[in-house]
């Protein structure tokens, strides 16, 4: 039976109240600005290759990207260097270890394994076109934008926050750059990672930059092309492979979709060719990912039935 879309607002609406107060999880804490957003919120979108948005509760809060930036600085180096480089170059594959795992770089002698992981996003940044900080910093913004379909900003509160507490990425950045993995002066690609992930976006614009990925790079609003469409396979296998860090498996096996999660509590899942879901609220589990982000995108998919393993349901 076609989905209407009576379907598709109720599955929003409904996620919503049957999850946004679920108990557990954290706030990030290890970036000082994280702590401090209300614990309560809790917002879901969804938006369709057709253009359509339905949205609940707090799905217009600005929030920020955090890590799911790594998907938008993925595409804009695949687009430069092409699939086959970012394979060889930061690798395509799961890493079993948490997002800024320092064992998992020298376990494979410096390759990160994926671009979705911070060690790999700091390679992939350091793969965006641009002779200074700011030229590179200004593509990425960019094509944050334009996934978006409107001026994404940066935060300087969020920024700020980051930039003055990043040892550990400083030190990841020093450590690829020690192993050849680090294309760039390594200091300008922490930087550059840093700001990509200290935009604010709000559960809207996630579902609308996923809608866009599932409508093999076209924005569905601005009717843009944003990236190739031969390039989203690939972003897609990755975000399957470790769009959710240590909870990429679990996330595969119960829920089927593409996804990537940020520790701004923000969660994105695809379903390629129809829609995308989205989903924030800010405590985190273990892994790093939004429980109540993950339960609602889930709740979604499960009641329309997206499940690229079971595309018949
Ligand atoms: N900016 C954060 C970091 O580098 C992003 C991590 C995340 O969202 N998983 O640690």
Known sequence: MPISDEDLRNAVTGAHARHKDDPGGKNADYIPYLASVPSHLCGVALATTGGQVFKAGDADYQFAIESISK?????????????DALREKIGAAATGM??????????????????????????????????????????ILDCQSRFAGRRIALSDAVNTSEQTTNFHNR????????????F????RACDVYTRQCSTL???VDLAVMGA????????????????????????????????????????AYTVGLPGKSGVG???????????????????????GNSVRAQAAVADVARTLGYNLFAPAA
């Open 212 to 251: 866009t990925l599932a409508n093999g790079g076209v924005n569905p609003l601005t009717k843009e092309r944003v990236i190739q469409a031969a390039n989203v396979p690939h972003i897609l296998a990755d975000m399957v492979m470790e769009g959710l860090y240590t909870g990429s498996g679990r996330w």
């Open 71 to 83: 998907v938008f600085t993925l595409a804009l180096a695949m687009e430069a260097h092409g699939p």
């Open 184 to 187: 760039s002066d390594p200091m």
């Open 98 to 139: 948490p997002f800024n795992s320092v064992m998992a770089i020298e376990l494979h002698q410096g390759k990160p394994l994926s671009p979705l992981v911070n060690a790999g996003a700091i390679a992939a940044a350091s793969l965006v076109p641009g002779d200074t900080a700011d030229a590179m910093w200004a593509n």
């Open 201 to 203: 976006v709000s559960a």
């Open 171 to 182: 030190g990841i950045a020093w450590l690829l750059y020690s192993y050849g993995r680090c």
């Open 265 to 287: 509590g923000g969660v994105m899942a695809v379903a390629p060719g129809i829609l995308a879901i989205a989903a924030f609220s800010p405590p985190l589990d273990d892994a």
